[in-house]
T-cell receptor, first 110, second 117 residues
Framework: RKEVEQDPGPFNVPEGATVAFNCTYS??????FFWYRQDCRKEPKLLMS???SGNEDGRFTAQLNRASQYISLLIRDSKLSDSATYLC???????????FGAGTRLAVHP | EAEVAQSPRYKITEKSQAVAFWCDPI?????LYWYRQILGQGPELLVQ????????DSQLPKDRFSAERLKGVDSTLKIQPAELGDSAMYLC???????????????FGQGTRLTVV
């Protein structure tokens, strides 16, 4: 089993839709969680950190569920410009090893 | 805004040749990561430095890959000899936190796209 798993998608949604992605992690010692956005052939860019209490930034909301060992990303009012691959990243305690999932592709259409 | 610098942006090399990539992390960032990303997959951690020390290289193919961060600042990743399967994007990232503390956000450079022919 992979340490960090994501549904590869693609998620095809119309503009204005709400879409949610989940990311599961296998190591219960994980303590830091992030969502990154990656455009085609570009580097990943930090979208947001995921805190125990959740985190909201405009149209984006991230949640952590420690009991079930997953994090989620909710995008409200999707824009065409949200089309990208969304990567989750998880780090364990100790020496900060940051592990990425394979990413979930989102395609927002008019 | 501080950035992670990588060079070259693109590299085409012949099979069995040597190739090297360079990374300069954000100033003050103790942790430096090298990742390899094949198209359609997530970044795979190759090596992680804490200052000048390697703290994880479990996924680094050590028969052909080497990495160093001699002064705890910039870093070089080398492949010798390159193989066709090494064609990928090589990404460098850095983060502020050091040691056994909570991980802080990692920021990526633009990457080096390697093509082995």
């Amino acid at each position: 089993r992979k340490e960090v798993e994501q549904d590869p998608g693609p998620f095809n949604v119309p503009e204005g839709a709400t879409v949610a992605f989940n990311c599961t992690y296998s190591n219960s010692a994980s303590q830091s969680f992030f969502w990154y956005r990656q455009d085609c052939r570009k580097e990943p860019k930090l979208l947001m950190s995921v805190y125990s209490s959740g985190n909201e930034d405009g149209r984006f909301t991230a949640q952590l569920n420690r009991a079930s060992q997953y994090i989620s990303l909710l995008i409200r009012d999707s824009k065409l410009s949200d089309s990208a691959t969304y990567l989750c990243a998880v780090a364990r305690s100790g020496y900060n090893k940051l592990i990425f999932g394979a990413g979930t592709r989102l395609a927002v259409h008019p | 805004e501080a950035e992670v610098a990588q060079s070259p942006r693109y590299k085409i090399t012949e099979k069995s040749q040597a190739v090297a990539f360079w990374c300069d992390p954000i100033s003050g960032h103790a942790t430096l990561y090298w990742y390899r990303q094949i198209l359609g997959q997530g970044p795979e951690l190759l090596v992680q430095f804490q200052d000048e020390s390697v703290v994880d290289d479990s996924q680094l193919p050590k028969d052909r890959f080497s990495a160093e961060r001699l002064k705890g600042v910039d870093s070089t990743l080398k492949i010798q000899p390159a193989e066709l399967g090494d064609s990928a994007m090589y990404l460098c990232a850095s983060s502020l936190a050091g040691g056994a503390v909570r991980v802080t956000e990692a920021f990526f450079g633009q990457g080096t796209r390697l093509t082995v022919v």
